[in-house]
């Protein structure tokens, strides 16, 4: 009878439809993988060795056993999925180089449980290093932007209503901001989760008298996981990332639907270079917002992982279990990977999205967003109160939209009539002040406070978020400057350790 290739537990060959539903599919990530399962293992050796927990002459072998693995490549190593996963095909290649007693001994103090807790936290890791760059290259380029565009009025929306005048530099600066929480948000959890599991074990540590410091050292993690069974059983910082992802791309998804609406033919106050666009294979006049739709769409299939996950992991015991530390952190894998795509494609829309500059402004002018303006100089001017302002303006404006006039066609005699109806009196406006705050540039300007678009205030704004912006970019140089010295470290330390 054939037993199972990885037990003498189980005495049975594992089954045809389980290698190839579940184990064979394990295997596929092993060339992305292999890396970093090779640094694990040459982590757990020199720490071995140190601590005199196997024979000079085993880690000497087992070191340069690893390094001949290393230096050829993953393709030299035979996968078979009736082996169940990545380390144990690993492994058996380890033992067919340099033999079943040594290679064996590359087990000792440890489990496939912390190995595998370990790898996930130096894959997501990485993926959160990428995800925060890109996100650092989309933010740069909305600055960039935000101040090439910083006095291109245009109508701002509330209820996709025209609400009140702003400059397309200032809405680049609100999605800056916006993104940056995102930045801060992985950023957190980057740091958070740089903690080892590896010397965990199975779930309930080891006997043998390993050095958990040293390996956090050598892998570029900041600590060790105190506590066994929340190390190997915990993969809270995968569901906090996917979270964050999803909010991420909630965001996303609504700055394409305002350029979705924005680029419109009844709107066209944005246009798009013909290299981002799509047509119809029937009508030939038209010019598909394609990489707005991708933007949107792909977020449905982010919040989808993230409830998938979530659910998959709310019915699995609190310690390892495939369903919550294989299955239940599927999604996202796949949500970073289509996470970068989005941003690279979004930092393509902020890049390449032009105003349509003169009629942004005609709007502006036209469509009554200036209002507020109107009342504001009413309260400043006619020592009225803003409720009283409101109701005044309100009714010019509909004056104004009855006999088919723009907004800038506001007088004070117009002022004056609506007043008298309101208030009793006539206001006695300044005409040139009624006609500046009317003007969609000059309402731009006047509104100079904290945070407003008027330039006294957006640019200052600029500036303080490019440093900040900076101090991320460098601070994320630094953390892959440290892991690349821990790297290697660790190499040195292997090396040596098979020279002996």
């Known amino acids: 009878m054939q037993e199972s290739k990885v037990s003498r537990r189980l005495k049975e060959t594992t089954a045809p439809e389980v290698n190839e539903y579940i184990y064979r599919p394990r295997l596929e990530g092993f060339a992305d993988g292999f890396a970093n399962l090779g640094n694990v293992?040459?982590?757990?050796?020199?720490?071995?060795?140190?601590?005199?927990?196997?024979?000079?002459?085993?880690?000497?072998?087992?070191?340069?056993?690893?390094?001949?693995?290393?230096?050829?490549?993953?393709?030299?190593?035979?996968l078979d999925?009736?082996?169940?996963?990545?380390?144990?095909?690993?492994?058996?290649?380890?033992?067919?180089?340099?033999?079943?007693?040594?290679?064996?001994?590359?087990?000792?103090?440890?489990?496939?449980?912390?190995?595998?807790?370990?790898?996930?936290?130096?894959?997501?890791?990485?993926?959160?290093?990428?995800?925060?760059?890109?996100?650092?290259?989309?933010?740069?380029?909305?600055?960039?932007?935000?101040?090439?565009?910083?006095?291109?009025?245009?109508?701002?929306?509330?209820?996709?209503?025209?609400?009140?005048?702003i400059t397309y530099g200032y809405y680049l600066s609100a999605v800056e901001q916006a993104l940056e929480r995102d930045s801060k948000r992985l950023?957190?959890?980057?740091?958070?989760?740089?903690?080892?599991?590896?010397?965990?074990?199975?779930?309930?540590?080891?006997?043998?008298?390993?050095?958990?410091?040293?390996?956090?050292?050598?892998?570029?993690?900041?600590?060790?996981?105190?506590?066994?069974?929340?190390?190997?059983?915990?993969?809270?910082?995968?569901?906090?990332?996917?979270?964050?992802?999803?909010?991420?791309?909630?965001?996303?998804?609504?700055?394409?639907?305002?350029?979705?609406?924005?680029?419109?033919?009844?709107?066209?106050?944005?246009?798009?270079?013909?290299?981002?666009?799509?047509t119809?294979?029937?009508?030939?006049?038209?010019?598909?917002?394609?990489?707005?739709?991708?933007?949107?769409?792909?977020?449905?299939?982010?919040?989808?992982?993230?409830?998938?996950?979530?659910?998959?992991?709310?019915?699995?015991?609190?310690?390892?279990?495939?369903?919550?530390?294989?299955?239940?952190?599927?999604?996202?894998?796949?949500?970073?990977?289509e996470s970068l795509r989005c941003l690279k494609l979004l930092e393509l829309v902020l890049r390449t999205a032009t105003p349509n500059t003169d009629l942004a402004v005609r709007r502006a002018s036209e469509d009554f967003s200036t209002a507020t303006g109107l009342a504001d100089l009413i309260v400043r001017e006619a020592d009225i109160s803003f409720r009283e302002a409101h109701h005044i303006v309100g009714a010019a404006v509909r004056m104004a939209m009855d006999t088919g006039l723009p907004a800038y066609k506001i007088?004070?005699?117009?002022?004056?009539?609506?007043?008298?109806?309101?208030?009793?009196?006539?206001?006695?406006?300044?005409?040139n002040k009624v006609r500046d705050c009317l003007d969609p540039t000059a309402n731009v300007q006047s509104r100079n406070s904290a945070g407003g678009p008027a330039l006294s205030s957006l640019r200052p704004s600029l500036l303080r978020a490019s440093q900040r912006l900076e101090v991320e970019r460098m601070t994320n140089k630094a953390r892959r400057d440290r892991l690349q010295a821990a790297q290697e470290k660790l190499q040195v330390a292997t090396r040596a350790q098979a020279e002996l």
């Open 411 to 431: 007088d004070t005699a117009m002022i004056d009539v609506c007043a008298m109806e309101q208030v009793g009196h006539a206001l006695n406006l300044d005409a």
């Open 81 to 165: 999925p009736a082996r169940e996963d990545a380390y144990f095909n690993y492994e058996a290649h380890l033992i067919e180089q340099i033999g079943a007693d040594i290679g064996g001994r590359l087990h000792t103090g440890r489990s496939r449980n912390d190995i595998l807790a370990t790898l996930d936290r130096l894959r997501c890791r990485e993926v959160l290093m990428n995800l925060i760059d890109a996100l650092i290259q989309t933010r740069q380029t909305a600055l960039n932007n935000a101040e090439r565009y910083a006095e291109v009025v245009m109508p701002g929306y509330t209820h996709l209503q025209p609400a009140q005048p």
């Open 41 to 78: 293992n040459k982590a757990h050796i020199v720490m071995l060795a140190e601590q005199g927990l196997i024979r000079k002459e085993h880690a000497t072998a087992l070191a340069k056993g690893v390094l001949d693995m290393e230096a050829s490549g993953p393709g030299a190593v035979t």
């Open 187 to 278: 950023t957190q959890t980057l740091e958070s989760m740089n903690r080892s599991p590896l010397g965990a074990a199975a779930f309930a540590g080891t006997p043998f008298d390993i050095d958990r410091a040293r390996t956090a050292e050598l892998l570029g993690f900041d600590d060790y996981l105190d506590n066994a069974l929340d190390a190997v059983g915990s993969r809270d910082f995968i569901l906090e990332s996917l979270s964050h992802l999803s909010l991420l791309s909630v965001f996303w998804s609504r700055v394409a639907q305002d350029y979705f609406v924005w680029s419109t033919h009844e709107f066209n106050l944005i246009d798009f270079p013909d290299s981002v666009a799509a």
């Open 280 to 337: 119809s294979s029937i009508m030939p006049q038209k010019k598909n917002p394609t990489v707005l739709e991708y933007l949107k769409g792909r977020t449905g299939y982010i919040i989808g992982l993230l409830m998938a996950s979530s659910v998959t992991l709310k019915g699995s015991n609190f310690s390892h279990t495939g369903d919550a530390n294989r299955e239940g952190t599927r999604g996202f894998w796949e949500a970073a990977e």
